[in-house]
T-cell receptor, first 115, second 112 residues
Framework: GAVVSQHPSRVICKSGTSVKIECRSL??????MFWYRQFPKKSLMLMAT?????????EQGVEKDKFLINHASLTLSTLTVTSAHPEDSSFYICSARDPQGDEQYFGPGTRLTVT | SQELEQSPQSLIVQEGKNLTINCTSSKTLYGLYWYKQKYGEGLIFLMMLQKGGEEKSHEKITAKLDEKKQQSSLHITASQPSHAGIYLC????????????FGKGNQVVVIP
């Protein structure tokens, strides 16, 4: 299957700092990428849809000023958690939609811990 | 909003046995995705089903989307320890925008 990478895989930061997570599609050009958040033993919660060349679309209840999304190219989307707080600690996973077949491939995830 | 119910929540099987897990939707399914996840890792794409009655197989895993398109089942034949993990079903919206809603997962444990 197609490969989607995320970087970093783990990050620990202090409260009040910002953290950037990168998501790259390695095998195809993705006009649309998605950012999810997963709490322990819970399912994935869609945070936003990242559209190449335009503003991201956020799901209800997700603060767009806190979770900044940039989709600068067809293979890269970034999620920046601004002014992070301990409650932002979570597992963040991105996915990329393959425009050829509509499959959606996920990255390996980023474990964020805010101290 | 669409809700997906996965059952059973967890399942323990002996190696070599078959198993079936289910995903039931509160609304018509327009694209049903099956993924496998190991704790703390990303999701591995297994299969995507779109048409009512569709059935797909990959190695020992078979997934079906029922005719009414509100339920999907995933069947594993002769389970192996490598099949252990959390199986997640995700459903896209009618508008085909690929914004997926997920169930809570089926945890599968395979005992050697």
């Amino acid at each position: 299957g197609a490969v989607v990478s995320q970087h970093p895989s783990r990050v620990i930061c202090k409260s009040g700092t910002s953290v950037k997570i990168e998501c790259r599609s390695l095998d195809f050009q993705a006009t649309t990428m998605f950012w999810y958040r997963q709490f322990p033993k819970k399912s994935l919660m869609l945070m936003a849809t990242s559209n190449e060349g335009s503003k991201a679309t956020y799901e209800q209840g997700v603060e767009k000023d806190k979770f900044l999304i940039n989709h600068a190219s067809l293979t890269l989307s970034t999620l920046t958690v601004t002014s992070a707080h301990p409650e932002d600690s979570s597992f963040y996973i991105c996915s990329a939609r393959d425009p050829q077949g509509d499959e959606q491939y996920f990255g390996p995830g980023t474990r964020l811990t805010v101290t | 909003s669409q809700e997906l119910e996965q059952s059973p929540q967890s399942l323990i099987v002996q190696e070599g046995k078959n198993l079936t897990i289910n995903c039931t939707s509160s609304k018509t399914l327009y694209g049903l995705y099956w993924y496998k996840q190991k704790y703390g890792e990303g999701l591995i794409f297994l299969m995507m089903l779109q048409k009512g009655g569709e059935e797909k197989s990959h190695e020992k895993i078979t997934a079906k989307l029922d005719e009414k398109k509100q339920q999907s089942s995933l069947h594993i034949t002769a389970s192996q320890p490598s099949h252990a993990g959390i199986y997640l079903c995700g459903a896209g919206g009618q508008d085909g925008n690929n914004r997926l809603a997920f169930g809570k997962g089926n945890q599968v444990v395979v005992i050697p």
